[in-house]
């Protein structure tokens, strides 16, 4: 008989039908070329424990160039993508990649190898030029909300100034507005920036296609402690747009900026907005810039 110790955990920990044979498999006394065959298996067990002990082989210094053949050879060949995606990943385990390659990648068919090429072209912080003129290019034009999340997910990685581009590319697909992660992740790689170029951090608030994008940006200008260079810099972005939604955005930003302080000064650059806001806005418009 058998007694389960475990009920309150309420996980199943195996399921077979009748008697399955049993296998035995030493992953230590296999060759590498052996562990290199393994990243084929149908069973990804089998695919990530393989990598692992050739990750290890790597790092103890063993000769890995055979393998990165076989591996290539299995990347370039293979039209099954999650093969593929095995061989990228145990390349970059056992060292065996360059930025050069990668950055190829940035062009292939399948999403996920663009994808995943440019999240490991960053995995040190330092790609390559010409991967970071390939990152805006796609940030402006590729089809695939998968490519943009990993995009927007590196920017993090990347110095302020190299962010610029893609930061302002992705802020302006419109098609991801209902995303739920896409946006937040452009405002998380923007919001630093604000101290790298104000001008064209408020620039943002208008132009982007992404309300999320737009609000956040005019509230962390009006929340900066010496924040007039800024907020002019946005009232007379404001004043040029002749969107109600921007102008929507940009307000609600700003009076959540302001919010908990007694007084503001006001910008310079206020009076002739306001006044085109009054005349010309929404009743919502109006409201807001009263307020």
Request: hydrophobic share 40%; proline share 6%; aromatic share 8%.
């Amino acid at each position: 008989s058998y007694t389960n110790t475990r009920r309150e955990t309420g996980r199943i920990y195996k399921i077979s039908y009748g008697k399955p044979p049993r296998r035995s498999f030493d992953f230590a006394k296999m060759t590498t070329l052996q562990l290199v065959e393994l990243q084929k298996h149908p069973n990804d067990w089998f695919v990530r424990h393989a990598r692992r002990r050739l990750q290890e082989r790597a790092a103890a210094g063993e000769e890995m160039s055979d393998a990165h053949e076989e591996l290539k050879a299995l990347y370039m060949e293979d039209a099954n993508v999650p093969r593929r995606l095995r061989a990228i990943w145990a390349l970059h385990a056992t060292d065996g990649l360059s930025d050069e390659f990668l950055t190829r990648q940035l062009d292939d068919a399948s999403e996920n190898i663009r994808a995943w090429s440019v999240r490991l072209l960053c995995e040190d912080g330092q790609p390559p030029r010409a991967a970071l003129e390939r990152f805006a290019h796609l940030a402006a034009s590729d089809d695939s909300p998968l490519v943009r999340r990993y995009l927007a997910s590196a920017l993090q990685r990347l110095e302020p100034r190299q962010r610029w581009p893609v930061v302002e590319a992705l802020a302006k697909r419109g098609e991801d507005v209902n995303d739920q992660n896409i946006p937040f992740l452009i405002w998380y790689g923007a919001e630093p920036l604000v101290h790298d170029d104000i001008e064209r951090f408020a620039a943002l608030a208008v132009h982007a296609r992404l309300p999320i994008v737009r609000r956040h940006v005019a509230r962390r200008i009006a929340a900066l402690t010496k924040f007039e260079p800024g907020l002019n810099e946005l009232t007379l972005l404001l004043n040029d747009s002749n969107e109600s939604p921007v102008q929507l955005d940009v307000l609600t930003g700003m009076s959540q900026g302001f919010a908990g302080r007694r007084s503001v000064p006001m910008p310079s650059r206020w009076r002739p907005t306001y006044q085109k806001l009054q005349k010309r806005g929404s009743d919502e418009v109006r409201r807001h810039a009263r307020e």
